[in-house]
């Protein structure tokens, strides 16, 4: 049996039988079906509330309309003080008391909060008062209010996407939304795995357990066996992931909101259809094992290199400029799926992993032509070998080098050496 394979099965069995990887594996889906489930259902299950305001109308003029958020009540009082009594021996248990002046035009409204634990009804007094307000001047210049919401009632336009087959729903959020979350998972795993093959190789060096390891395995199969054993890892918990999230989704009921998410859920549905989906899963996983590849070797190499994690930090940073460069920018080739940005970002091995996918996002042959996209393919395969090949060098020297902080010129020195 290959000794890389032995590496490789070593670590994976140790990394996945680790309490911290169970946990993770277990928590992270809990905590991302929480957010997608709990604002709904918090929603749902809250029973509503109606406020109660006091009113001082002192230009005796306003009315409100009937609202079921709140609740306003007309008190005979000049100003705040009159009510004083009243609200220190919480006869009528007010929510706020707001006091109109004489002249609601020129004048300004005084909203008095009498607590600080509802941070909404300032956002609903004030709405509706501006309401009382609009249907004051109505009267005053004799308009006819329902004239005037039909005058600037909101025009209906569909969003179609014209194509040789004809109109098609256009499904531009949904593609923003596949970028976006692909990205973003990219951005994670390429750093959270990278960094953990930095880790571990860093760890069996300074605990001198590589010393034993090398006399029996050659340092390019420990460190190949060590990044295929993290991808495997980072493959396992991302299947988990999925597969729990759908089912924690699944299982929980949602009364009273479960027509609407269906009815959203359908026209996602509908508009993915029009989607490459197969293409872009391709893509999102190409650019996924080869983004690992990169950066993995690269930190695997400069654990190698290390005793210590702070002097890691002299090479990770420059190392990772590129790809939050990427993410920076994402946002502009999102709007700009075929600019001149855009392609320079998803042809440039070291930032492709994170542009690409949101290119293909948008449409082959259309953000991004047939050759860009097979340019780019083949440079990041190139990229990925010279990369291998440079840091198994530096894995190979730098894993037995201790004593001395590595420079730069260290390891350019190690890269030449045959």
Do not use: C
Not at 58 to 86: H, M, T
């Amino acid at each position: 049996m290959s000794k890389w394979w032995l590496v490789l099965k070593r670590e994976y069995l140790f990394r996945v039988k680790k309490k911290s990887f169970l946990l993770m594996t277990l928590i992270m889906p809990v905590l991302f079906a929480s957010f997608i489930i709990l604002p709904v259902y918090i929603m749902d299950k809250t029973s509503h509330k109606t406020y109660k305001v006091a009113v001082i109308d002192n230009s005796g003029k306003i009315s409100f309309n009937e609202s079921e958020d709140v609740d306003f009540e007309f008190v005979k009082a000049k100003s705040i003080e009159d009510l004083k009594p009243e609200l220190e021996a919480s006869q009528k248990p007010y929510d706020a008391v707001l006091v109109v002046p004489e002249d609601p035009d020129q004048g300004q409204a005084v909203l008095y909060l009498l607590s600080d634990k509802d941070v909404k009804i300032t956002d609903i007094v004030k709405q509706a008062y501006q309401q009382a307000l609009e249907g004051l001047r109505f009267k005053e210049f004799d308009i006819n209010p329902e004239v005037l919401l039909q005058i600037k009632s909101p025009a209906k336009i569909a969003v179609l996407k014209w194509t040789e087959k004809g109109a098609t729903q256009s499904s531009a959020g949904v593609r923003i939304g596949l970028a976006t979350v692909g990205a973003l998972l990219l951005y994670f795993f390429m750093f959270l795995y990278g960094g953990l093959a930095m880790r571990s190789v860093m760890e069996e060096k300074v605990n001198r357990v590589v010393e034993l390891i090398v006399s029996s395995v050659r340092p390019i199969e420990l460190m190949f066996g060590k990044l295929l054993a993290i991808l495997l890892v980072a493959l396992t918990q991302f299947v988990v992931w999925i597969v729990l999230i759908v089912l924690i989704i699944k299982s929980v009921g949602i009364s009273g909101q479960e027509s609407n998410i269906m009815v959203q859920v359908t026209l996602i549905l509908e508009m993915v259809r029009h989607i490459n989906l197969g293409l872009w899963i391709f893509t999102f996983i190409f650019f996924f094992l080869t983004g690992y590849l990169l950066y993995g070797s690269w930190f695997a190499a400069i654990g190698s290199a290390v005793d210590v994690e702070t002097d890691a930090q002299q090479f990770v940073f420059p190392l990772t400029l590129p790809i939050i460069f990427a993410i920076i920018f994402m946002q502009a080739v999102i709007f700009n799926p075929d600019g001149q940005l855009a392609f320079w970002l998803s042809i440039i091995p070291f930032t492709s992993p994170i542009i690409m996918p949101v290119r293909v996002s948008f449409g082959l042959g259309e953000a991004v032509m047939w050759w860009e996209y097979i340019l780019s393919l083949v440079l990041m395969l190139l990229t990925v070998w010279a990369s291998l090949w440079a840091t198994a060098k530096i894995f190979r020297m730098g894993i037995l080098f201790y004593g001395k902080r590595p420079t730069y010129k260290d390891l350019w020195k190690w890269i030449k050496h045959s």
